[in-house]
């Protein structure tokens, strides 16, 4: 689990909250819950409304990789197809049968085996890529959710502050009233912008490099699949693939 995260959120809300005792100000004044109901609760009818159902899903499945990314070893895939490029050359491409159990990545050995059953590279291409392109505009989808959040939230938050100031309005005969009541009318403005940009939109930037990385991967395994099915030796796979895996993955291949 990547801690980094939950930090930043309790840094930025902590910031807020901290700032405001600076200025004299209390918790309590902050903790109010009719302008919360209104903001999040009319920012999630407003994200249900904008989002299919499907993106919805996708979002609370995506969620919590901003948490614990799990992203693929890009290093072991890099060992990998350097190991299976060595096999395919010297034995043949049967012989990469043998090694399939041990490769952990799905669409690694998926590759493999179609090239295994008698595919091309340009037969890997062609099949794999069109379900990887709409995997990527999935879940970029449902990373947007996020966003369509925090373009919400503030507007709604000024709406919770206009109602609070036609409750404030239809009791001018009660002064003594009227300053914790527009003290409470602007907290929903507060609530709109503070989880816009405190929560909402990082969270759904985060989300969309997560994808964004997820995708260089695939673009990378495609490219070694590719590489083997055309029998480019593995000091050759290995440098064209080793900027995915970052500069230390170089090394001699076996």
Known sequence: MDPSPILAIL????????????EGGHLSSLTVFTPFL??????????WLSCTNEELKGAAKLTKRAFVPNHSDRRRLLDDMVRVSNVARREGMLAVENLLPDIQDEFLRRGLRMLVDGGTGEDVRRTLEPELEL??????????????????????????AVLGLIHVMNNLDKPDELGGGISVAFIGTVYGVGFANLLFL????????????????RSMVMLGVVGIAAGVNARQIEEMLAPFAGHGAQKKAA
């Open 11 to 22: 840094f930025g809300f902590g910031a807020i909250i901290g700032g405001n005792a600076l």
């Open 38 to 47: 209104i903001v999040l609760g009319g920012t999630a009818g407003s994200v």
């Open 135 to 160: 995997e990527d505009h999935h879940a970029t989808a449902a990373a947007k959710v996020w966003e369509s959040a925090g373009s919400f939230c503030p507007t709604i938050g000024i709406l919770g």
């Open 202 to 217: 990082p969270l759904g930037n985060r989300l969309k490099k997560i994808v964004a990385k997820d995708a260089e991967t």
